[in-house]
């Protein structure tokens, strides 16, 4: 696709409910970030991907939080059980190697009631 | 460790004045400082750029920022605002531009108001 795709767009969960984020990079970039918006603050970067290898999650904020990228491209962002905290915008960006531009989707709006 | 700090939260200016947005940073290596702009509904936007080259570094859409060591600072500015402006503005840093070294880390965004 022409720019970094995210679904869903908006999702209401229910606490304790676990959500699936997709995220589709540009065809061909290496890198992979997500990252956690919340309301009035700056993005803050959860997780890192180059390829399929997931080479920094220091950012992920329990070990409710998982995220893959099995065949280095579709990235899936994973929230077990969540709690009201985890309401935020989850933005997912890609980048070519060596310094390219970090292209960053329109982000999945998450509301846990 | 990095942080990037914006001071206030929200600046008006009028349609044609000058917009100055501030952004101080802090890094434990020579830094890499980005502005990014975020319109309602929408994505990040890179704006410009700052990778060790010219201090004085131009973007897109009339926007220029200068990076001053001594002052720790990336300031932002525009000669004159247009009504398409208005949007949240974020300043970032990272430690390098490839891998993991080119996570960034922003600050908490300033919203941008173009009176008429």
């Known amino acids: 696709g022409a720019g970094v795709s995210q679904s869903p767009r908006y999702k209401v969960a229910k606490r304790g409910q676990d959500v699936a984020l997709r995220c589709d990079p540009i065809s061909g970039h290496v890198s992979l970030f997500w990252y956690q918006q919340a309301l009035g603050q700056g993005p803050e970067f959860l997780t890192y991907f180059q390829n399929e290898a997931q080479l920094d999650k220091s950012g992920l904020p329990s070990d409710r939080f998982f995220a893959e990228r099995p065949e280095g491209s579709v990235s899936t962002l994973k929230i077990q059980r969540t709690q009201q905290e985890d309401s935020a915008v989850y933005l997912c960006a890609s980048s070519l190697a060596l310094g390219n531009t970090i292209y960053f989707g329109e982000g999945s709006w998450l509301t846990v009631v | 460790a990095q942080s990037v700090t914006q001071l206030g939260s929200h600046v008006s200016v009028s349609e044609g004045a000058l917009v100055l947005l501030r952004c101080n940073y802090s890094?434990?290596?020579?830094?890499?400082l980005f502005w990014y702009v975020q319109y309602p509904n929408q994505g990040l936007q890179l704006l410009l750029k700052y990778t060790s080259a010219a201090t004085l570094v131009k973007g897109i859409n009339g926007f220029e920022a200068e990076f001053k060591k001594s002052e720790t600072s990336f300031h932002l500015t525009k000669p004159s605002a247009h009504m398409s402006d208005a949007a949240e503005y974020f300043c970032?840093?990272?430690?390098?531009?490839?891998?993991?070294?080119?996570?960034?880390?922003f600050g908490k965004g300033i919203t941008l108001s173009v009176r008429p």
């Open positions: 890094s434990s290596v020579p830094p890499y």
């Open positions: 970032a840093v990272s430690e390098g531009l490839t891998g993991a070294n080119s996570k960034l880390t």
